[in-house]
């Protein structure tokens, strides 16, 4: 719950119009994702992640600067309370496995920074003026589509 209030409320005070708007989303978003919490029903979890997600797409929308350089951050935020909420409730349901917790919470950390580091390159590499030449951008959209297939494999392997 701390983590998503956490997000409702850096794109609420980010935004440069409409703050009280998006607060708002945020706040809904928060209140269905604590009733999901409180009366164990993984189906509320998704719609508050959408508007979650809604309200940080929204504050492209009022913001004047459309780069955040943050978003790497928030994308890491934002899949641990996903990760967190759902295994909130898996671990209301019975006593896990010997094991399970610290590695599951290893790959949660893992994939979260893996995140964090690909979003890096993603801004770094929007950032970058386009002076390369067709061939030096061909490179670059062949190693970014490495890198995805790279780390897609090592997701399939983490779980």
């Known amino acids: 719950m701390a983590g998503a ?50 309200e940080y797409a929204g504050l492209f929308l009022v913001r004047r600067g459309t780069v955040d350089i943050r978003s790497p951050l928030e994308g890491a935020a934002f899949f641990l309370v996903a990760e967190l909420a759902f295994a909130a409730l898996e671990l209301r349901a019975g006593r896990p496995e010997p094991g399970l917790l610290p590695r599951r919470a290893a790959a949660a950390a893992g994939l979260a920074v893996g995140g964090i580091v690909v979003g890096a390159i993603a801004l770094a590499a929007a950032a970058a003026p386009l002076e390369g030449g067709l061939a030096l951008e061909a490179l670059g959209v062949a190693a970014a589509v490495a890198l995805l297939v790279l780390l897609g494999r090592l997701a399939v392997r983490v779980e």
């Open 5 to 54: 209030a956490a997000l409702a409320v850096y794109a609420a005070l980010t935004a440069d119009r409409l703050g009280g708007l998006l607060g708002a989303l945020g706040a809904g978003a928060s209140l269905v994702l604590a009733a999901a919490l409180v009366l164990r029903h993984s189906g509320l979890i998704a719609p508050a992640l959408v508007l979650l997600g809604g």
